[in-house]
């Protein structure tokens, strides 16, 4: 790690800064020129890979480089020359590699062979295939009760394995099958079929080409999604404005250079991109929206009293929507002291977007995390609909709603059975298919996971991908928790922090990457993924595996369901493992009105789209129409409001994503955007409230939680620099901060973590180090800024 350093980056998004950093990593994963090659095939169907990253669409045709810096990155990252085999496990312990960061156990390269921990030693010792899933199966069938153990997914494998470990699952006798969006987007899966029918996105990119203006909410393209900047640049040059809303200036969302542009690279060039750029204070989102829908109101009104067209669409409200007049009273009845209280702009910034939006006839709302993870989420995403509603922008070309996801395959793995809730299960089709009795009961999505484990309740833990413990909240509580699990299995391209914290039994079996070829008894075999948009493709893969002998994700499953489950005559897990395209048949049958035909749909070039009934303004909702839907209150995070988020000094933090980073894989300790170089250990303030709370640039601080349920959390040391960030606010990086964000602060009904609103009180330390007995200054009095 390289000396820290803090100096603002005055370049834009992209550019040669991109490409500087796509040659980094290919030198420091050590990719050869062979392997550099394959980013040709990135993102390019049928005889190309998907990107493991994210999960924004794809264009069709594909350009000439499909890929962005961090798709680039997590290419190499999958491919790097580095392997972590049986001869690192014996040169260190467990309880050695839990004092590494996450980058160095990432760094260690790609895992080769399946390990079992052995306490004795406290090291991971290899032991066979066979024998690994012999025990594993021994202890899942040893359970008193299927609902002792959870089978989680990340977001990165393809529909095939999802459908198998959902079946797997359920055939175990459990709908315990959280995922990746439990964390991040399940408000949405909450909020939109409320309010439209649909859990998805109503847009394609289609829509993106003719859409005349854009609404952004909490969402930082640059680091999440920077293949969409395309996109974004392309409206920009036809003239449609850019309204953005975030705490946070993102440089992705200011401006932006195409780095596949020989003209723009070589000259001064550059692309603004948002038109508006409003600081919404943290939490104050739905305020924000509410301060738009009143100025439309009045807007309207000028309207109509001057005799021009009117503002909202009347038409599509009446014919289209319910509940319009009991949310026409309530916007009408906020007051604009209480909207910029709340919101942290000014009237006229609310103002001013709203007449902008109310210029466009076609605006499609974006949103991420900054939306999702609050107590209100569910809320928030419903009050951008109603805002969408007001100007009929949902169900036509060019206009909608479109959440961008997380993780390359989150949204697909969903639509084919990874799910906690026993409705969205076609049980009926799994019976007949396989002559199984489907479990009836709702089983524990993620937060309701972490409570398992807390309360001993979950015994088992089945994890398909992913870095668990690192992902959730509370980790200092639920790190000692797991240490109890009779089970921890994890199937893993690298090593990780879960792996280090070991349950009494512990496994780590190492698969094959998407990105490497697949070949089965029938031969190289084609996977599928569903984007943030519903589309739907098939992928192949064109490295060679990292080491012989490893498994496809489809193979481990099929070999967990035959150690643990009984014979089943309607089900060949070997013959599915042999030919993927009878996985695809059986999820055809199961899902028939997405998938029917899919061995041969998802071979079009552009691939196939989900049926989505509001994108046709047919809406599957109760009333039949869509719904306008009041919020509660104007505040996002209520029950920390009650915990002293109005007190001077405790300030209201979200969590960061660098750079550098992908979810919880750290690719190196540089976030070029903000300009930190060589530390992740950082909290970023507003320059005026360090004044205020008598910090100093460089200062050590310690962030503690502010609530009372008895629990202290905290994390240290955190060097504090100005940020332009609203006052009253903080950001630190996720997951090192996850330890800040209580287990229960989660969005109301979706149960999503509540990241991006965390109260916290910070203080200076004299002493770094994480050593109890090492001094440190006292907490301060209640009430009391630490000085």
């Known amino acids: 790690m390289s000396q820290p350093s803090f100096k603002p980056y005055q370049a834009p998004s992209g550019g040669w800064g991109s490409a500087y950093s796509v040659a980094n990593i290919l030198v420091r994963e050590r990719i050869p020129l062979s392997g550099a090659a394959l980013l040709l095939k990135q993102n390019k169907p049928i005889d190309g890979f998907a990107c493991v990253s994210c999960a924004w669409a794809k264009p069709h045709p594909s350009r000439p480089l499909s890929f962005c810096e961090n798709g680039a990155k997590a290419t190499a990252w999958e491919n790097t020359s580095r392997r972590c085999g049986p001869d690192f496990f014996e040169r260190h312990t467990v309880s050695e590699l839990l004092n590494w960061t996450d980058f160095d156990l990432e760094q260690q390269g790609r895992l080769t062979h399946p390990m079992r921990y052995d306490a004795a030693s406290d090291k991971y010792r290899p032991v066979a295939w066979d024998e690994a899933f012999a025990e594993i199966g021994r202890e899942l069938k040893a359970m008193a009760d299927p609902n002792e153990v959870v089978f989680y997914m990340s977001g990165r494998a393809a529909l095939e394995t999802a459908y198998m470990y959902a079946v797997l699952a359920r055939m175990y006798g459990t709908n315990n099958l959280p995922d990746s ?17 649909v859990p998805v996105a109503t847009v394609t990119l289609n829509d993106l080409h003719k859409m005349d203006g854009m609404l952004f909410f909490g969402q930082n393209t640059g680091t999440s999604s920077p293949r969409m900047l395309h996109q974004l640049q392309e409206a920009r040059e036809r003239g449609a404005p850019i309204i953005t809303f975030n705490p946070i200036r993102e440089r992705g969302l200011e401006r932006f250079v195409n780095p596949q542009s020989p003209r723009e690279m070589l000259t001064p060039d550059e692309t603004k991109v948002s038109t508006q750029y409003h600081q919404v204070k943290i939490g104050g989102d739905i305020a924000a929206i509410a301060g738009m829908c009143k100025a439309l109101f009045d807007l309207d009104d000028e309207a109509v009293a001057a005799g021009r067209p009117r503002v909202l669409d009347v038409a599509f409200i009446e014919q289209h929507t319910q509940g319009f007049e009991a949310f026409e009273a309530r916007m009408r009845g ?3 002291p209480m909207l910029e209280r709340r919101s942290g702009l000014s009237r006229s910034a609310m103002e001013a977007a709203a007449v902008e939006y109310a210029r466009c006839d076609r605006v499609i709302a974006a949103y991420g995390m900054g939306l999702t993870q609050h107590r209100h989420g569910v809320q928030a995403i419903q009050m951008l609909v109603n805002l969408l509603l007001m100007r009929g922008n949902m169900g036509k070309e060019g206009a909608g709603i479109l959440p961008v996801r997380g993780h390359s395959n989150v949204q697909g793995q969903r639509t084919v059975g990874i799910t906690e809730k026993a409705k969205k299960v ?8 396989f002559g199984f009795e489907p479990p009836s009961e709702d ?40 240490r109890k699990l009779q089970l921890s299995v994890q199937v893993s391209t690298k090593l990780n922090r879960n792996h280090l914290v070991t ?61 643990t489950l009984v014979d089943n005559p309607n089900l060949d897990w070997d013959a599915w493992v042999g030919n993927y395209g009878l996985v695809r048949d059986a999820i055809a049958e199961s899902y028939p009105e997405i998938f029917h035909d899919f061995n041969v749909r998802m071979m079009e070039p552009g691939g196939f789209h989900r ?24 505040a996002e995070d209520p029950d920390t409001e009650a915990g002293g988020h109005e007190a001077r000094d405790v300030l209201q933090l979200m969590t960061l994503r660098s750079n550098d980073q992908f979810n919880t894989t750290v690719y190196g300790y540089n976030d070029r955007f903000r300009g930190i170089q060589g530390t992740r250990a950082v909290i970023l303030m507003n320059s005026n409230d360090m004044a205020r709370l008598g ?13 009372h349920d008895g629990v202290h959390r905290s994390v240290r040391p955190l060097r504090v620099t100005p940020y332009n960030i609203p006052e009253g606010c903080c950001a630190g990086y996720y997951p090192e901060c996850n330890a800040l964000l209580p287990v229960w602060h989660h969005a109301e009904r979706s149960k999503v973590p509540a990241a991006k609103s965390i109260p916290v009180r910070l203080r200076k330390v004299i002493a770094f180090s994480d050593d109890p007995k090492v ?13």
């Open 426 to 433: 076609p049980a009926d089709n799994l019976r007949r298919q």
């Open 611 to 634: 049926p989505l009934g509001a994108s046709k303004r047919e809406w599957a909702t109760e009333s039949g129409k869509a719904n306008f839907i009041n919020p509660p209150s104007l």
């Open 503 to 563: 349950g009494k039994i512990s496994y780590i079996l190492p698969c094959l990457g998407r990105t490497e070829i697949d070949r089965q008894a029938t031969g190289e075999q084609h996977h599928t993924t569903e984007d943030s948009t519903g589309c739907i493709r098939a992928w192949r893969g064109v490295a060679e595996p990292a080491a012989e002998g490893l498994l496809s994700e489809p193979a481990i499953v099929a070999r967990l369901a035959k150690a």
């Open 181 to 197: 969006s439990n964390m991040c987007h399940e408000s949405t899966s909450v909020a939109l079929p409320e309010s439209i029918g």
């Open 695 to 707: 910090f100093a640039e460089g200062d050590k601080l310690e962030a503690i939680t502010v609530v």
């Open 334 to 336: 906020y007051s604009w």
């Open 443 to 482: 089983g524990v999505n993620t937060i309701e996971a972490c409570e398992g484990i807390l309360d001993g309740r979950i015994k088992g833990f089945v994890a398909m991908g992913g870095n668990f413990v690192r992902a959730i909240p509370d980790t200092l509580q639920m790190e000692p928790a797991w």
């Open 775 to 787: 001094p440190r200054e006292p907490d301060p009095p209640a009430g009391v800024g630490a000085a």
